[in-house]
Structures are given as structure tokens and as C-alpha cells.
């Protein structure tokens, strides 16, 4: 609860100061934080604001209060109302947290902009750096476990429970959100007895999603490559740049680093991405022991890695909002980050309708069978 206060306060300083100012030939612009996405609106990118907002300051600021909300409760004994559904959401909004993926963006801003005019960094840069520490912090501190134990207890296994062998062979499944171990309908469906949470055998109609989501995330991502990310003037002189654009004009200013990372963020994650779940989906019927367990880790990074390619749609946000000097130098976005952002959502969105449980539903080799034969002879687990 320490660690979500600070970051609130944290947060709190963040929108109520300066974060970034430039200056050049005496034309000087100051932003705040909360105008990376207000400005795009006034290009015609709202749902890119809505994303950037969302993604940087509402989100996390619902995540603390709710951290707040319950640690509050159970440091009382007596867990507020709302708590389960409360601390059953968390789970849900931490992949969709980006204050990290933010900070990089903004470096990645005034690397791109120091040699063109002079920056300075404003109170709310700082204190955005601070709650970006601090709301990991947070999130790495609260243990889930110990959370539900506290909110709802620790319910006994279901009747019948045999160790050693599949939880799917005997009805039953883990809730994704708590970890408990629950019977299922005979329908392969149902709701965790602690947190209410849906729960399905398998994931229903997880490869047609998925790939359903792969192919619109590959079709979105060719305008995201051939239109212009932003449009760039400079003394009356207009000049698009595409995602590839903006990496080899880093190169040209000696930015290797950085060229690096948008390489990395923005061509490299996102294909790499798409090709990693395809193949996933291609093969899942065709697992075995051996090559299931680097197949579910490969799956793993996938989902991990996904968030970061929003690097480059920060960048335009941060240098759109800052870089306002009318003819002599300014930036608006182009069609490319709408595109390149859905990309990013579609991509995210892929990996968690792909059910990894699939990878394991394969007939196991003759001598894991032997294995599943003797687990099998083993005494029930009653509770």
C-alpha cells in the first residue's frame, strides 16, 4: 500500500507540472503530460489519444486505487466491498500498464529533437520516471497469492483430486486469475468458487480468434509500413517519414542506440511477434513432450515482449505535442500510427486468445504413458 500511495503522489505531480520544453530561434513551446494525447485530438487521431491516455494515466491510476482499496481492507481485517471483483481485474489491467514502455518513448524524443533545438526537462518528466519505478514496484510487490488467501481463503481441492495426473482427464482446471483448482460442468465450463472468474477446459474457438486477429494485424500492418508516421516542417519545407524512415535518419545523426531500439520495437518485435504465433497456431496439433515445454516459453515471450513496439506511437505523441513552431518547425502524425497501434492492440490481443493448453494436448509417447499409468495408481486426494 506504501508503494501504490507514492506512486499516486507520483503520478499527481506528473500532470500538474511542465514535463518537456524546446526552444529554437526564439520560438519556444512547453507541454504537459496530459497533452501527448489531447493534442492528437485536435489532429484527428483521437483513438491514438484514447490509447495514449489510457495506457499511461488512467489505467495505472485505476490499478493503485485498487491496490489502495484492498490493501486497506485486509490491513483492517475486514476487506471492503467490491474486493473480489476488484482484485479480480487487476489481473486484467497489467498488461495493458505501458509508464515503462513510456519513459523509453520519450528518450527516444529528445535524442531525435536535441540537435535540432534546445530541450529541457520539466518536474514532470522526473516525477513520471519516479511513477514508472514506483508502479513496477507496486506490481511486483503484491503477491497474488497470499491476496486471495487473505480476501476469500484457501478452498480444499475438489473431491476426487489425483495427483500426478492431467487436471483436463478429471474435469477439472486452474482459474487463470487466482491459480484455484476448480471442478467444471460437463460442458467443460464454469465459475471459480473464489473469484468468479469464467472458466473454461480450453479457451472456445481460441486458433479461429486467433487467427482471426493475426490476419487483421497483418493486414494493418502494411499501411503501418507504407504511410508516413509523421510529417515533419521545417522552415516552410514538409518531409514524411515512415517507421524505416525514422530509423535510418537516427543512423544518419549517429544514433545507433536508438536506431536500434525502433528497429527492435517497431520491425523486429511485431514481426517477429506475428510469425512466432503463427507458427504456434500451425503446429499445436503436432506437439510432443520434448518440444512442448520450448514451444510454451517461446509463447511466453510472445505475450511479454507484445507491449513494447507502442514505443514508436509515444514518439509521435511526445514530438506532436512539443514540436508546435507553425512553418518553422512542427510535426503532425500521419495515418501510419493509427495503423501501427492497431498492430501493436491486435497483436496483444492474439496472444491472450491463443490458449497455450493447447500445446499439451497431444498424446504423450509410449513411455510417458507408462508414467501416466503408475501417477494413476496413486490414492486420491479428498480435499
Same mark, same amino acid.
Given at each position: !500500500?506504501?508503494?501504490?500511495?507514492?506512486?499516486?503522489?507520483?503520478?499527481?505531480?506528473?500532470?500538474?507540472? &511542465?514535463?518537456?520544453?524546446?526552444?529554437?530561434?526564439?520560438?519556444?513551446?512547453?507541454?504537459?503530460?496530459?497533452?501527448?494525447?489531447?493534442?492528437?485530438?485536435?489532429?484527428?487521431?483521437?483513438?491514438?489519444?484514447?490509447?495514449?491516455?489510457?495506457?499511461?494515466?488512467?489505467?495505472?491510476?485505476?490499478?493503485?486505487?485498487?491496490?489502495?482499496?484492498?490493501? *486497506?481492507?485486509?490491513?483492517?481485517?475486514?476487506?471492503?466491498?467490491?474486493?473480489?471483483?476488484?482484485?479480480?481485474?487487476?489481473?486484467?489491467?497489467? &498488461?495493458?500498464?505501458?509508464?515503462?514502455?513510456?519513459?523509453?518513448?520519450?528518450?527516444?524524443?529528445?535524442?531525435?529533437?536535441?540537435?535540432?533545438?534546445?530541450?529541457?526537462?520539466?518536474?514532470? *518528466?522526473?516525477?513520471?520516471?519516479?511513477?514508472?519505478?514506483?508502479?513496477?514496484?507496486?506490481?511486483?510487490?503484491?503477491?497474488?497469492?497470499?491476496?486471495?488467501?487473505?480476501?476469500?481463503?484457501?478452498?480444499?481441492?475438489?473431491?476426487?483430486?489425483?495427483?500426478?495426473? &492431467?487436471?483436463?482427464?478429471?474435469?477439472?482446471? +486452474?482459474?487463470?486469475?487466482?491459480?484455484?483448482?476448480?471442478?467444471?460442468?460437463?460442458?467443460?465450463? +464454469?465459475?471459480?468458487?473464489?473469484?468468479?472468474?469464467?472458466?473454461?477446459?480450453?479457451?472456445?474457438?481460441?486458433?479461429?480468434?486467433?487467427?482471426?486477429?493475426?490476419?487483421?494485424?497483418?493486414? !494493418?500492418?502494411?499501411?503501418?509500413?507504407?504511410?508516413?508516421?509523421?510529417? $515533419?516542417?521545417?522552415? #516552410?519545407?514538409?518531409?514524411?517519414?515512415?517507421?524505416? #524512415?525514422?530509423?535510418?535518419?537516427?543512423?544518419? !545523426?549517429?544514433?545507433?542506440?536508438?536506431?536500434?531500439?525502433?528497429?527492435?520495437?517497431?520491425?523486429?518485435?511485431?514481426? #517477429?511477434?506475428?510469425?512466432?504465433?503463427?507458427?504456434?497456431?500451425?503446429?499445436?496439433?503436432?506437439?510432443?513432450?520434448?518440444?512442448?515445454?520450448?514451444?510454451?516459453?517461446?509463447?511466453?515471450?510472445?505475450?511479454?515482449?507484445?507491449?513494447?513496439?507502442?514505443?514508436?506511437?509515444?514518439?509521435?505523441?511526445?514530438?506532436?505535442?512539443?514540436?508546435?513552431?507553425?512553418?518553422?518547425?512542427?510535426?503532425?502524425?500521419?495515418?501510419?500510427?493509427?495503423?501501427?497501434?492497431?498492430?501493436?492492440?491486435?497483436? @496483444?490481443?492474439?496472444? @491472450? $486468445?491463443?490458449?497455450?493448453?493447447?500445446?499439451?494436448?497431444?498424446?504423450? &509417447?509410449?513411455?510417458?504413458?507408462?508414467?501416466?499409468?503408475?501417477?494413476?495408481?496413486?490414492?486420491?486426494?479428498? +480435499?
Amino acid at each position: !500500500m506504501a508503494l501504490a500511495i507514492a506512486s499516486l503522489i507520483a503520478l499527481i505531480v506528473a500532470v500538474s507540472f &511542465p514535463f518537456i520544453s524546446f526552444t529554437v530561434s526564439g520560438v519556444s513551446n512547453r507541454i504537459e503530460l496530459t497533452q501527448t494525447a489531447t493534442t492528437l485530438i485536435g489532429f484527428h487521431q483521437p483513438v491514438v489519444a484514447i490509447a495514449v491516455i489510457m495506457t499511461i494515466v488512467v489505467l495505472p491510476a485505476v490499478y493503485l486505487l485498487g491496490v489502495f482499496w484492498l490493501q *486497506f481492507g485486509l490491513l483492517r481485517d475486514r476487506p471492503l466491498p467490491y474486493s473480489r471483483d476488484i482484485a479480480r481485474s487487476l489481473a486484467h489491467l497489467t &498488461p495493458w500498464m505501458m509508464a515503462d514502455v513510456f519513459i523509453i518513448g520519450a528518450l527516444v524524443s529528445l535524442i531525435k529533437i536535441a540537435g535540432l533545438a534546445d530541450v529541457e526537462i520539466g518536474i514532470s *518528466f522526473w516525477a513520471f520516471c519516479a511513477f514508472a519505478l514506483l508502479l513496477l514496484m507496486t506490481t511486483q510487490s503484491l503477491d497474488a497469492d497470499w491476496m486471495w488467501f487473505s480476501l476469500e481463503g484457501e478452498p480444499l481441492a475438489p473431491e476426487g483430486t489425483q495427483t500426478g495426473l &492431467p487436471a483436463g482427464d478429471q474435469g477439472l482446471t +486452474g482459474c487463470p486469475t487466482c491459480g484455484l483448482i476448480n471442478r467444471l460442468s460437463p460442458h467443460g465450463r +464454469g465459475h471459480c468458487i473464489r473469484c468468479h472468474e469464467k472458466l473454461h477446459q480450453r479457451l472456445p474457438h481460441s486458433l479461429q480468434r486467433t487467427w482471426a486477429l493475426l490476419g487483421a494485424s497483418a493486414i !494493418m500492418y502494411i499501411p503501418a509500413n507504407v504511410y508516413p508516421i509523421m510529417t $515533419t516542417t521545417s522552415l #516552410g519545407s514538409s518531409s514524411p517519414s515512415t517507421i524505416i #524512415g525514422g530509423v535510418v535518419q537516427l543512423i544518419q !545523426m549517429g544514433s545507433w542506440p536508438i536506431a536500434a531500439i525502433i528497429f527492435i520495437a517497431s520491425v523486429i518485435v511485431p514481426v #517477429g511477434k506475428l510469425v512466432a504465433l503463427i507458427w504456434l497456431c500451425l503446429v499445436v496439433r503436432r506437439s510432443s513432450v520434448l518440444n512442448a515445454q520450448s514451444r510454451t516459453r517461446l509463447y511466453r515471450l510472445t505475450e511479454f515482449i507484445g507491449r513494447w513496439s507502442m514505443v514508436d506511437v509515444f514518439v509521435v505523441a511526445i514530438l506532436v505535442a512539443l514540436i508546435r513552431a507553425g512553418s518553422l518547425m512542427s510535426i503532425t502524425p500521419g495515418p501510419a500510427a493509427l495503423a501501427f497501434g492497431s498492430v501493436v492492440v491486435l497483436t @496483444m490481443l492474439a496472444a @491472450m $486468445t491463443f490458449d497455450p493448453r493447447l500445446i499439451w494436448d497431444t498424446p504423450l &509417447p509410449p513411455r510417458h504413458s507408462l508414467l501416466r499409468r503408475k501417477a494413476a495408481t496413486k490414492e486420491p486426494v479428498d +480435499g
